[in-house]
Structure formats: C-alpha cells, structure tokens
C-alpha cells in the first residue's frame, strides 16, 4: 500500500498528507511542481511530517508520496518514489503481479526488481506510449510528468486516485471529491487548475487475483 496526494494549497496539502499517513511510513518523497514543469524533490526514509514542507518552496503544486514497509523494499534512496528515465518521472500506488514483473524484465532484459521503474521504464521508450499501459497487470494509479512539459494522470480500474475541482489529489477519499475515471490518461492544466482527458487505454486485466508468488512492492 502507498499512497498520492497533492494541493496547490499548503494547508490542503497537510490535511492530505496526514488523511494518507496511515498507507505509508517507509519512505516518502514531497515534490514541488512549478507551473513550467520544473520541480524539485526532498525524499527521505521514516514517516513524512509537516516539518519536511520547510524544506520547500509553496509556491507551486506540492506533490506527496508514501510508502509501505512491505516485502521486497529495500532501504535504497533510488527506490523513493518518483522513479525517474531521461526526462519523465513516475509516482506510483499500486503492486504489480510478480508474473507481470518477471516479463516486464524480460521484455526490457532489465535486472531492475521496482515495479515502478519497470512500469516507467515499459510505458515511455522514448516517449509516453499509453497503449502500453493495456498489458499492465496489477494495480496502478500513477502520477507521471516529463520535465518542461507536461503532468499527466491515470490509473486502472483497481487503484483509487480522487480529485475534487481545484485540483487537490489523494489516494484516500476526501470531502468533495470524486474518483478520477479508469483506464483514461488526464493532462493536468496548472494554470486553469483542471484535468483535461488526453487519451484512453484498455487494461482488462483481472485486478482481483494475485498468484502466490513473491511480489515487489511499488
């Protein structure tokens, strides 16, 4: 279990970040993200307190990552959320099914055992190609940006992400906000502080039945 969040609000921010505590206290990652897409992250280990917000600028989107102490996390600041290739970055809730994982290293010959760098690492080659997201199987609702560009948002029908109408995100529900819907690809418009749909994918993926084999955490 983890958990994203997110505000442009620094007191929204706080009441998120502890509305989420309870999916993560491994590690944790907070992001600010400027209007032109730079951005710059503080992430340690242990459970994330308001106190990490003095180590940042509010003047942008504020951008917060927890993450579970479950089976496979190793204590390696590399693997604190988001992971990153080239120019993109990915914030990821979710598990992905062991199976999935060992063809996704195949498929990239990649010894790398983060699903979430391999789930980044699949999804943009070079560039964002949604359609990859169909085979995906497990659960995944992900935060992705590509630097001096853009912000993006989607999930599967199985990971929860929740959006209310100024903008403000969280993986648990929160008073007037609403699921964001599944399998669609949201470009995130910073100055109208809306989400606009991009793109649609299809991954019918049974979320509901996990083999019993060793699984990675996010």
């Known amino acids: 279990m983890c958990a994203i969040f997110g505000s442009f609000d620094k007191n929204k921010f706080i009441e998120l970040m ?28 242990g459970t994330m307190d308001r106190s990490m917000l003095s180590n940042g600028i509010q003047n942008g989107y504020m951008l917060g990552h927890v993450q579970s102490p479950t ?15 080239n120019d993109y970055l990915l914030w990821h809730n979710g598990i992905i099914k062991g199976k999935c994982l060992v063809d996704l290293q195949k498929e990239l010959n990649s010894t790398n055992e983060w699903d979430t760098q391999l789930l980044l690492d699949t999804i943009v080659p070079d560039v964002f190609m949604p359609s990859t997201l169909n085979d995906i199987d497990g659960a995944f609702s992900c935060v992705l940006m590509k630097k001096n560009e853009y912000m993006m948002l989607f999930r599967n029908s199985t990971s929860p992400l929740f959006v209310n109408d100024t903008m403000d995100i969280s993986s648990t529900k929160f008073q007037h906000a609403s699921k964001t819907n599944a399998n669609t690809v949201y470009n995130v418009d910073f100055v109208n502080r809306k989400m606009v749909e991009f793109t649609k994918f299809n991954n019918i993926n049974n979320p509901y039945y996990f083999a019993k084999v060793e699984q990675k955490s996010e």
């Open 71 to 85: 089976g496979g996390l190793e204590r390696n600041y590399s693997r604190i959320h988001p992971a990153e290739r």
């Open 18 to 45: 502890e509305l989420n505590s309870y999916r993560g206290s491994f590690s944790y990652s907070y992001t600010v993200i400027n209007n032109d897409f730079t951005s710059k992250t503080f992430k340690d280990f």
